[in-house]
């Protein structure tokens, strides 16, 4: 297994390097030490490699990943899997804002907790925080799920769209156009999915919340004008 130690070696070889990976490639599996806080790792990766990251990084680890499943042994600043399409980021510690912002697919399953801004703008991205969120989180949240098995901070699913949000904690306050729903069978089958899919065996989908769009807002009617 190729391993990089970013304190002797550029960060850009290091994304060189996964960038370079082809179809049927023996070495798919890499390891990173001493990342020290560095910002970019692992980012734009488009091939089923294995990444793992031993230590904390800085802004947008493993950003625009597709196919690869990148592990960071610690926690990660702003802007983790940023618009990300496929595969699945692992997060061992917790993350700063807007983890998974954009994000088209994929899972991202943070282990501690999770900043603000989380899932804003998702577009089909599945993310799994066993810990709490912070506040504006699913902010026009668009498709995909927002897993938390903690409390959220305020305005959750701001002006959200048809995302599916689930909390198991408190919610400190909804946001615009976003109410707490019915828990139907096959949203119980949904999560489970996801729980099991994050490692997760000790919870039950049963104690989760349902929350999402009250389809007011970005259907434009005459009457709600005053919530625009």
Same mark, same amino acid.
């Given at each position: 297994?190729?391993?990089?130690?970013?304190?002797?070696?550029?960060?850009?070889?290091?994304?060189?390097?996964?960038?370079?990976? +082809?179809?049927?490639?023996?070495?798919? +599996?890499?390891?990173?030490?001493?990342?020290?806080?560095?910002?970019?790792?692992?980012?734009?990766?488009?091939?089923?490699?294995?990444?793992?990251?031993?230590?904390?990084?800085?802004?947008?680890?493993?950003?625009?990943?597709?196919?690869?499943?990148?592990?960071?042994?610690?926690?990660?600043?702003?802007?983790?899997?940023?618009?990300?399409?496929? +595969?699945?980021?692992?997060?061992?510690?917790?993350?700063?804002?807007?983890?998974?912002?954009?994000?088209?697919?994929?899972?991202?399953?943070?282990?501690?907790?999770?900043?603000?801004?989380?899932?804003?703008?998702?577009?089909?991205?599945?993310?799994?925080?066993?810990?709490?969120?912070?506040?504006?989180?699913?902010?026009?949240?668009?498709?995909?799920?927002?897993?938390?098995?903690?409390?959220?901070?305020?305005?959750?699913?701001?002006?959200?769209?048809?995302?599916?949000?689930?909390?198991?904690?408190?919610?400190?306050?909804?946001?615009?156009?976003?109410?707490?729903?019915?828990?139907?069978?096959?949203?119980?089958?949904?999560?489970?999915?996801?729980?099991?899919?994050?490692?997760?065996?000790?919870?039950?989908?049963?104690?989760?919340?349902?929350?999402?769009?009250?389809?007011?807002?970005?259907?434009?009617?005459?009457?709600?004008?005053?919530?625009?």
């Amino acid at each position: 297994m190729p391993t990089f130690d970013l304190a002797s070696v550029p960060l850009r070889d290091l994304n060189q390097a996964l960038h370079a990976v +082809g179809a049927g490639a023996n070495e798919t +599996g890499f390891e990173v030490i001493n990342p020290r806080g560095a910002h970019a790792v692992a980012v734009g990766i488009d091939a089923p490699v294995r990444v793992d990251v031993r230590g904390s990084v800085g802004y947008y680890c493993a950003g625009m990943n597709a196919e690869a499943t990148v592990t960071v042994h610690g926690s990660v600043g702003p802007g983790v899997a940023e618009n990300m399409m496929s +595969g699945t980021v692992v997060v061992k510690g917790d993350a700063s804002q807007y983890a998974g912002a954009t994000g088209h697919g994929g899972l991202l399953v943070i282990e501690g907790n999770a900043s603000s801004r989380c899932g804003i703008s998702m577009k089909g991205i599945d993310i799994v925080v066993k810990g709490n969120i912070g506040h504006m989180s699913a902010f026009m949240a668009q498709a995909g799920n927002l897993v938390v098995l903690g409390d959220s901070g305020d305005a959750l699913g701001d002006s959200l769209y048809e995302a599916k949000l689930f909390v198991r904690g408190e919610v400190k306050s909804l946001g615009a156009d976003c109410v707490k729903k019915k828990m139907r069978p096959k949203h119980l089958a949904l999560l489970a999915d996801l729980l099991a899919k994050a490692g997760i065996t000790d919870v039950k989908p049963e104690e989760f919340t349902r929350y999402g769009s009250a389809r007011t807002l970005y259907n434009f009617n005459i009457d709600n004008v005053d919530a625009y």
